[in-house]
């Protein structure tokens, strides 16, 4: 079992940034590869970002390349996000969860997942 926790959430304007936060407990000793997802109102939860195990792949969804950044600090269990140059379309619930198997893009490949944290982007 692994107990996942977002944090670092909250109000920006268009153009500000946030660092997300997820810290992951339990079965840590797996250290699992590890995704951003985002759910905006009325939309389906979307792929935003993953990091692997090692920290040394990651990928991003092309909508925020190039402006967000997710690593790793696996001493302390935790994942981030920066997020720069946010805009009003990035408005969403941010979750984290823990890779199981198969694609990195893939909801269903994810087995554990914190609650969310909000993003507000105001224009």
């Known amino acids: 079992q692994v107990q996942v926790v977002e944090s670092g959430g909250g109000l920006v304007q268009a153009g500000g940034s946030l660092r997300l936060s997820c810290t992951t407990s339990?079965?840590?000793?797996?250290?699992?590869?590890m995704g951003w997802f985002r759910q905006a109102p009325g939309k389906e939860r979307e792929f935003v970002a993953y990091v692997s195990r090692s920290g040394g792949v990651t990928t991003y969804v092309d909508s925020v390349k190039g402006r967000f950044t997710i690593s790793r600090d696996s001493a302390k269990n935790t994942v981030y996000l920066q997020m720069n140059s946010l805009k009003p379309e990035d408005t969403a619930v941010y979750y984290c969860?823990?890779?199981?198997?198969?694609?990195?893009?893939?909801?269903?490949?994810?087995?554990?997942w914190g609650q969310g944290t909000q993003v507000t982007v105001s224009s």
């Open positions: 339990g079965r840590t000793f797996s250290n699992p590869a």
């Open positions: 969860a823990s890779h199981g198997a198969g694609s990195y893009y893939d909801i269903t490949s994810y087995d554990y």
